[in-house]
């Protein structure tokens, strides 16, 4: 709606009473704050014809009012958080561990807090924070959406040193923030969407091991063994709700939220792997070290102790692909989602954690990570009938005019995703036969560390 406005064409937006503080503080945060809105109790979802002409009835008098008269410049928005100008906050109590309560008792109050315990950023600690990069303090790193938050390195270290980072993790938060802001990930998508879209980071290469982040038992958390992994994702949480201004019920409006949204760190586990490292495979040095960042949905596990055959790993592996009430599945018949601003477009990955039991299978009866993409992708299909469930029709005449045909076919089995490419995987875990298998939005991106 801002960018029509911003061309000259008037808008007015239908907005649901859940969402108006929603509406009203992205107005601003996009740079008009008096965009028109129509109130109506209800979001458009799981409504009926009828029942949503009920609701444009009841509301027309707001859309013709929005559409013909000066939009109110005076209206004021609650930020939903609280704003602070000072530079420094001081924090007083009977000893330094009563100072450190009410500093996160006044935090949870200002909604700056991820709701655990954090480490004061004290000017003594963000200076020790700062030493693990050769960057400046003000260096940008990225403008963070939905609010638009200048992310230099010096506001990464202070959330890093709250979410418990040492500064040898700084480089890897630092790296994880430039892909997060990479127009491919979409991030005003992610960050203010209904769904639990949590960012999956994998790390490659040989800081991995040089800053202990953990590939092998439990690598996903919790315990002493994935300090970094935690700590590390807790950081780009922080940095997102802090300096992207992705607060919850402010602009992430998450219908139910997850526990993934905290942490997900893992690294590959290249060592028991039989084939090429996740960045091998991507185009990098096997020396050099990276950051990937895939946005998912959830996640699954890969679980199979009886089989020792390769096809039959496979098979039980494309079943978690066919989850019906998955945005992800089947979406890619109704277009690419992605960002006008900069012309992207991004496939609709899953991502697959192969745990090294798993793949010394494969790899033993020939199957490299290739064979196993091309078989998820012919074995997980679901009949278009189905499909079509949780997608619009519209979106899919509009998107693929080319299959109509299936609407008089609705029997036919079609692929969730749009190709093989769309299951990328890593080698993750220890023994047993456990993998994992996320529900992805949209695509990763990869990105090398600065030494």
Request: hydrophobic residues 40%; glycine residues 8%; negative net charge.
């Amino acid at each position: 709606m801002v960018e029509f406005e911003k061309r000259g064409v008037p808008t007015v937006s239908w907005t649901s009473e859940g969402f108006i503080e929603d509406a009203l503080r992205s107005a601003e945060n996009f740079g008009m704050p008096a965009l028109s809105i129509a109130t109506m109790p209800l979001p458009f979802t799981n409504q009926s014809p009828e029942d949503i002409t009920q609701q444009v009835d009841g509301s027309i008098d707001d859309v013709i009012r929005g559409l013909t008269t000066a939009p109110d410049k005076s209206r004021t928005v609650d930020a939903g958080f609280t704003i602070v100008s000072d530079d420094q906050l001081t924090f007083e109590g009977s000893d330094l561990l009563m100072a450190m309560e009410d500093m996160n008792r006044q935090f949870i109050d200002w909604k700056w807090s991820d709701g655990f315990p954090l480490v004061p950023p004290t000017p003594e600690r963000v200076e020790q924070m700062l030493a693990g990069t050769n960057k400046a303090p003000q260096d940008v790193i990225a403008r963070l959406e939905p609010g638009f938050g200048i992310a230099t390195v010096e506001k990464i270290a202070a959330n890093a040193v709250m979410a418990g980072c040492r500064p040898e993790h700084l480089p890897v938060v630092i790296t994880a923030v430039q892909c997060i802001s990479d127009p491919v990930i979409y991030l005003r998508n992610k960050a203010m969407s209904t769904g639990p879209h949590a960012p999956l980071v994998i790390v490659n290469g040989p800081i991995a091991n040089q800053i202990g982040i953990n590939a092998k038992v439990c690598a996903l958390g919790p315990g002493s063994v994935s300090y970094a992994n935690s700590v590390i994702g807790r950081a780009l949480r922080l940095i997102m709700m802090n300096v992207g201004f992705t607060y919850p019920g402010v602009s992430d409006m998450d219908t139910i939220g997850s526990p993934t949204k905290y942490s997900m760190v893992v690294a590959e586990n290249e060592e028991e792997s039989p084939w090429d490292p996740y960045h091998v495979e991507m185009g990098f040095d096997a020396e050099e070290s990276t950051v990937t960042v895939h946005f998912v949905y959830g996640i699954c596990e890969l679980h199979n102790f009886q089989s020792f055959e390769a096809d039959k790993l496979v098979h039980g592996f494309a079943t978690a692909a066919k989850n019906l009430v998955q945005v992800p599945t089947g979406h890619w018949l109704t277009g690419r989602r992605g960002d006008p601003r900069y012309n992207t477009e991004e496939l609709e990955r899953h991502f697959m954690m192969i745990c090294p039991e798993h793949a010394q299978i494969f790899s033993q009866q020939g199957w490299g990570k290739k064979r196993i993409q091309e078989e998820m992708y012919k074995r997980a299909k679901v009949a278009f009938k189905d499909l079509m469930l949780i997608h619009e029709r519209k979106g899919m005449e509009i998107a693929h005019p080319e299959l109509q045909w299936l609407w008089d076919a609705p029997e036919t089995m079609v692929p969730v995703v749009e190709g093989p490419e769309c299951y990328p995987m890593a080698v993750v875990g220890a023994s047993a036969g456990r993998g994992a298998f996320f529900w992805g939005a949209g695509s990763p991106v990869i990105k090398p560390i600065e030494a």
